[in-house]
């Protein structure tokens, strides 16, 4: 597609379950970005992903973060057993390198 | 470590008024990216301009410029003659230039609100 596509949109769970958060990013971007962008903060990085190298999982918060990027196009961000804090749109970027990153409309997570 | 700094967290205006969003950065890194981009309330964040940290040229793209001055790490943003358009929030962002994907380290916003 013309753009980096986010699903779902939203997303409403419980405290305690696992999500599942997808980003198709621009055909032939070889960069995948995650970060996160919660209520009145800015945006927090998470995870990025380029070719073929080991992702760089600095940003994430904690080990019930995880995601991987199968194919080197989509890529799936896992929350396992969610809990309030997080609570946030998660924003996926793709880039060729570092010129033009695009990003995704986000998805919009409420953990209630 | 990189740091972006942006201390006006809101700033509100009259349309036509010109208005200065400041930013302020901190790294070790003697060669660097910065770049601007807007969020307006649909949410997508929209990409407005990358620098290079050789470039300390100006920058205008129609009412936007854009103020890059290394001896002071800052890199400010101003809209001439505003527009109820143009509010939104606007995060100033800072990245390595090293070969390869490289993340962003994002200031915490400035919401921009432009009163008709």
């Known amino acids: 597609g013309a753009g980096v596509s986010q699903s779902p949109s939203n997303k409403v769970t419980e405290k305690g379950k696992d999500v599942e958060l997808r980003c198709d990013p621009i055909s032939g971007h070889t960069a995948l970005y995650w970060y996160r962008q919660s209520l009145g903060q800015g945006l927090e990085f998470l995870i990025y992903?380029?070719?073929?190298?080991?992702?760089?999982k600095s940003g994430l918060p904690s080990d019930r973060f995880s995601a991987e990027r199968t194919g080197g196009s989509v890529s799936t961000l896992t929350i396992q057993r969610t809990q309030q804090e997080d609570s946030a749109v998660y924003l996926c970027a793709s880039s060729l390198e570092q010129y033009g990153y695009t990003f995704g409309s986000g998805t919009r997570l409420t953990v209630v | 470590a990189q740091k972006v700094t942006q201390a006006q967290t809101e700033i509100s205006v009259v349309e036509k008024e010109d208005v200065t969003l400041d930013c302020v950065y901190e790294t070790r890194d003697t060669t660097y990216y910065l770049f601007w981009y807007k969020q307006p309330p649909s949410g997508e964040l929209v990409f407005l301009i990358r620098r290079n940290s050789f470039d300390e040229q100006n920058e205008i793209s129609g009412r936007y410029s854009w103020n890059f001055q290394k001896s002071t790490s800052s890199f400010n943003f101003t809209i001439t003659a505003s527009q109820v358009v143009d509010s939104a929030v606007y995060f100033c962002a800072l990245s390595e230039a090293r070969r390869g994907a490289q993340k962003l380290v994002f200031g915490q916003g400035t919401r921009l609100t432009i009163n008709p």
């Open positions: 992903f380029q070719g073929n190298s080991a992702p760089d």
